[in-house]
């Protein structure tokens, strides 16, 4: 089993930052895949960024330039940097790691609220 701890969540105003990290433990093997998904109010899940083994970063058009994912594979731990943060940005963030089909794990969310 793998276990993954998120924090850094928080309340900030429109134009501020928040940093996220989320620490995972437990039965990992290689390099599996990290990143960030989040859940606005009344919304899907939709994918944030994400880092997949050693390769380079993918993020969604809306964290494009306003956010950098980075992860320490020693540590297996994974970091979401959040800056120019707008309203629209308000959601629950979930950690993920993703090892293979059926082996998919999520942290418990952390609240990110951006005030206007």
């Known amino acids: 089993q793998v276990q993954l701890v998120e924090s850094g969540g928080g309340l900030v105003q429109a134009g501020g930052s928040l940093r996220l990290s989320c620490a995972a433990s437990?039965?990992?093997?290689?390099?599996?895949?990290m990143g960030w998904y989040r859940q606005p109010p009344g919304k899907q899940r939709e994918l944030v960024a994400r880092?997949?083994?050693?390769?380079?970063?993918t993020y969604a058009d809306s964290a494009k330039g306003r956010f950098t994912i980075s992860r320490d594979n020693a540590k297996n731990t994974v970091t979401l940097q959040m800056n120019s943060l707008k309203p629209e940005d308000t959601a629950v963030y979930y950690c993920?790691?993703?090892?293979?089909?059926?082996?998919?794990?999520w942290g418990q969310g952390t609240q990110v609220t951006v005030s206007s």
């Open positions: 437990g039965s990992i093997f290689g390099i599996p895949t």
């Open positions: 993920n790691l993703f090892i293979r089909l059926g082996s998919e794990y």
């Open positions: 880092i997949i083994g050693v390769g380079s970063a």
